[in-house]
Nanobody, 124 residues
Framework: VQLQASGGGLVQAGCSLRLSCAAS????????MGWFRQAPGKEREFVAA?????????YYAESVKGRFTISRDNAKNTVYLQMNSLKPEDTAVYYC?????????????????WGQGTQVTVSS
């Protein structure tokens, strides 16, 4: 499967952005999806994950819980990350990833496919 992330940009603190990740292939609905991010000089970290059926299991990093929402539209082969109340520390390149294994995961090594990343910059 190929993943294409989009929707990043430059915003002020407190604003919102919605990232999208479009997937190719007819089996998208069977993949568990995740978002990760990598800030300058830091390792990539988990942001959010959603199971293939959507609405059943979602997981969030503590740092984004209550501000970010992951969702998916299997008819459109797309997963979203709605980011509200953005903070400067949310500045990073955001990556979407797909996992064939069962259930959601917060671990990079459990994902099989990765998108190219989209830059999110939050100014103070």
């Amino acid at each position: 499967v190929q993943l294409q992330a989009s929707g990043g940009g430059l915003v002020q603190a407190g604003c919102s952005l919605r990232l999208s990740c479009a997937a190719s292939g007819r089996t998208f609905s069977r993949y568990n999806m995740g978002w990760f991010r990598q800030a300058p000089g830091k390792e990539r970290e988990f942001v959010a994950a959603i199971s293939w059926s959507g609405g059943i299991s979602t997981y969030y990093a503590e740092s984004v819980k209550g501000r970010f929402t992951i969702s998916r539209d299997n008819a459109k082969n797309t997963v979203y990350l709605q980011m509200n109340s953005l903070k400067p520390e949310d500045t990073a390149v955001y990556y979407c990833a797909a996992r064939m294994g069962p259930g959601s995961s917060r671990y990079e090594y459990e994902y099989d496919y990765w998108g190219q990343g989209t830059q999110v910059t939050v100014s103070s």
